[in-house]
């Protein structure tokens, strides 16, 4: 997501190529050099653009927003899953910790999109950030089914 956040501000505020706003001309055996030095950032490159064919920053902010929804309604499937399987004393401890959870991430997305407050990018830098936190804690529920199941 890292990536795609540096690829959405540089064609946001440039309208450029990244490559040509990062890096200032090098000499080509420097390039080279570095390029050996950074494989892992060629696999992060190569994640999933999640908003494929958005244009503009409404757009991106629009396609963020979209991401969240669908992660938070897979992730209120499956805590609705988790409730109808516990017993009485686990479903009140499931929903203390997701009330707090809940407080968490949107206090650490808050803190993740600070820098881009007032901007136009901040809706989406906030909803990416929800949108993934989110997708993490569903992989948690389905863990957590997963183990139930094995009980």
Avoid at 25 to 42: K, W
């Amino acid at each position: 997501m890292r990536q795609f956040l540096r690829r959405a501000l540089c064609a946001a505020a440039l309208a450029l190529p990244c490559a040509s706003a990062a890096a200032p001309a090098q000499p080509q055996q420097q390039q080279q050099q570095q390029q050996q030095q950074q494989p892992a950032a060629r696999a992060d490159e190569q994640e999933e653009d999640p908003c494929p064919g958005a244009r503009t920053q409404q757009d991106l902010n629009l396609c963020a927003s979209r991401a969240f929804q669908q992660a938070d309604a897979e992730l209120n499937k499956l805590y609705q899953q988790l409730l109808k399987d516990a017993g009485a004393a686990e479903r009140a401890k499931l929903r203390a910790a997701q009330l707090a959870w809940l407080k968490f991430r949107d206090a650490h997305c808050e803190y993740e999109a600070f820098g881009n407050t007032g901007g136009s990018i901040y809706p989406m830098v906030y909803g990416l950030c929800r949108a993934e936190v989110t997708g993490e804690r569903a992989r948690q529920f389905r863990d957590a089914l997963k183990e139930a199941a094995e009980r």
